[in-house]
């Protein structure tokens, strides 16, 4: 069974500061993974999609990338701003339509 | 462009009540989910649909029913709450089916708190 795994739980860092979020997995079998962020009460949004055949996606400030061969992605964000204040998720998606495992997730806050 | 819509974002109801859970896209997917997301737990999968007619069984499919009549709406029924359902639900859509997290955005509704008592 795929288990995703988000350590943090919480981060707490000063405006401009550039930070990593990471993700773990257990099965490396996967097509693809995604990144979200989600705000207080809200849904979740799509910030970054990864194929399994790539290694890195870039959105703006947002770089995330992926290690199949390690069950491993990160999220790292530049410059981070109060804005930038949610919770941030990772999903994997291992084939099929049930199979997409979400990951706890990490509280960010940016502190101004 | 309202995307997916859920009513009603906040619910008390009473252990052995029921009562259903809306939500509507706009964008004519073919791919409507429901999850739950709970403290330390991540989202899991309730039920799922890939198009009109078609519904199956997500992760935690006890105690709740679905109908997919239509292409926008993908409603969740809570048969009978129990504590144990007081949980937020999140609606997800997506363009279409089968390899539907491959490439295609997922859009999720802003959630319904549920608390039963």
């Known amino acids: 069974k795929q288990e995703v795994t988000q350590i943090p739980a919480a981060l707490s860092v000063p405006e401009g500061e550039n930070l990593v979020l990471n993700c773990s997995f257990t099965?490396?079998?996967?097509?693809?993974l995604q990144w979200f962020r989600q705000d207080p009460g809200k849904g979740l949004t799509s910030l970054l999609l990864?194929?399994?055949?790539?290694r890195e996606q870039t959105s703006g400030r947002l770089n995330a990338s992926l290690d199949k061969s390690s069950g491993r992605s990160t999220l790292y964000i530049a410059a981070s701003q109060p804005g930038d204040s949610a919770t941030y998720l990772c999903a994997v998606y291992s084939g099929g339509y049930q199979k997409v495992t979400f990951g706890t997730g990490t509280k960010l806050q940016v502190i101004p | 462009n309202a995307g997916v819509t859920q009513t009603p974002k906040f619910q008390v109801l009473k252990t052995g009540q029921s009562m259903t859970l809306q939500c509507a896209q706009d964008?004519?997917?073919?791919?409507m989910s429901w999850y739950r997301q709970d403290p330390g737990m991540g989202l899991r999968l309730i039920h799922y649909?890939?198009?009109?007619?078609?519904?199956d069984q997500g992760e935690v499919p006890n105690g709740y029913n679905v109908s997919r009549s239509t292409t926008e709406d993908f409603p969740l029924r809570l048969l009978s709450a129990a504590p144990s359902q007081t949980s937020v639900y999140f609606c997800?859509?997506?363009?279409?089916?089968?390899?539907?997290?491959?490439?295609?955005?997922?859009?999720f509704g802003e959630g319904s708190w549920l608390t039963v008592v």
């Open positions: 964008m004519n997917h073919e791919y």
């Open positions: 099965d490396s079998a996967i097509y693809n």
């Open positions: 649909s890939v198009g009109a007619g078609i519904t």
């Open positions: 990864i194929q399994s055949s790539q």
């Open positions: 997800a859509s997506s363009y279409k089916g089968g390899e539907w997290f491959s490439g295609n955005t997922i859009y």
